[in-house]
């Protein structure tokens, strides 16, 4: 088990399912874990059981929604005040949402904001503190769902063709593609100290597709039985956020701990500069340019 005693970990959606588990894993090691979760109750109570579980009180909470951009920001600017680098984080945080089209504080369609504007934002306004660390790492929720994706960045807020699963899929995909050019401009920026990956944890039995509702809903829930543990389920985000061999590994895609092609048409260099380019503009934020 890797040492984490001098590690500041954040961990975004870690009051249930794979996010707990990493988050609680990680504290185990020695980290020092700053959990991010919408809900003040249940982060209290999570911060109990995993102060418990590794024993130390070494468990901090920040309290913000993803899919809003300004606590977002807040919620930054807490982090920032309050530690003085940041060297994981692990964007966990990810939703599936129901059969009607909904917005976001600002304005921006729920699934892209939750999934992928929220934390392409809070990694950019933690990038300093990342930069501050002697061995980052940025470790980003994807999915095998990707397979599924539909995108049009021209269409990128789903107004004229939304599915649930549909938006599910294409921030999914937005995940992988933000992970390879943020290890794209690491590179061209010189920057050997942050490196970035991303995980499909495999088919878990977790409350997340309970949102969607419906047809969804209800297939999520009968097919719970045959999925994964959320054990076995964050192993692969552990792996990438500790493991001495993950360490120098940049724009991954893994699973099972190991890497894996991202077989999508759409994935092209020039796409993700387009994603980025889209994401600077709906979050309000540059960095890396």
Not at 83 to 98: E, K, Q
Not at 274 to 287: C, I, R
Request: charged share 20%.
């Amino acid at each position: 088990m890797p040492d984490l005693q001098q590690q500041i970990v954040l961990v975004t959606g870690a009051t249930s399912g794979i996010g707990q588990v990493t988050a609680t894993e990680l504290a185990r090691m020695g980290a020092h874990v700053v959990i991010l979760a919408r809900n003040a109750a249940k982060a209290r109570t999570t911060q109990q059981e995993i102060k418990a579980a590794a024993g130390h009180d070494r468990v901090d909470v920040l309290l913000a929604d993803l899919a809003d951009l300004g606590q977002v920001r807040r919620a930054a600017a807490e982090f920032s005040a309050r530690y003085p680098r940041l060297d994981v984080l692990v964007n966990n945080a990810g939703l599936i949402f129901g059969a009607e089209r909904q917005l976001s504080p600002d304005g921006n369609e729920l699934g892209l904001a939750t999934n992928h504007l929220g934390p392409f934002l809070l990694t950019a306004l933690l990038f300093d503190k990342l930069r501050a660390s002697p061995a980052a790492r940025v470790v980003n929720l994807a999915s095998m769902a990707y397979r599924v994706a539909k995108p049009d960045l021209a269409d990128i807020q789903s107004e004229r063709h939304y599915g649930a699963m549909r938006v599910y899929g294409n921030t999914k995909l937005y995940n992988i593609m933000f992970t390879q050019e943020l290890a794209r401009r690491l590179r061209a920026h010189s920057i050997t100290n942050v490196t970035t990956n991303a995980v499909h944890p495999g088919v878990v039995a977790t409350s997340f597709g309970d949102s969607a509702g419906g047809w969804l809903g209800k297939l999520t829930a009968l097919a719970r039985p045959f999925m994964i543990s959320v054990e076995k389920g964050a192993e692969t985000s552990i792996f990438l956020a500790s493991a001495p061999e993950a360490a120098a590994v940049s724009g991954g895609f893994f699973d099972k701990k190991k890497a894996v092609a991202v077989k999508s048409s759409f994935n092209t260099e020039a796409n993700a500069r387009q994603l980025w380019q889209l994401s600077e503009q709906l979050t309000g934020v540059a960095f890396l340019d």
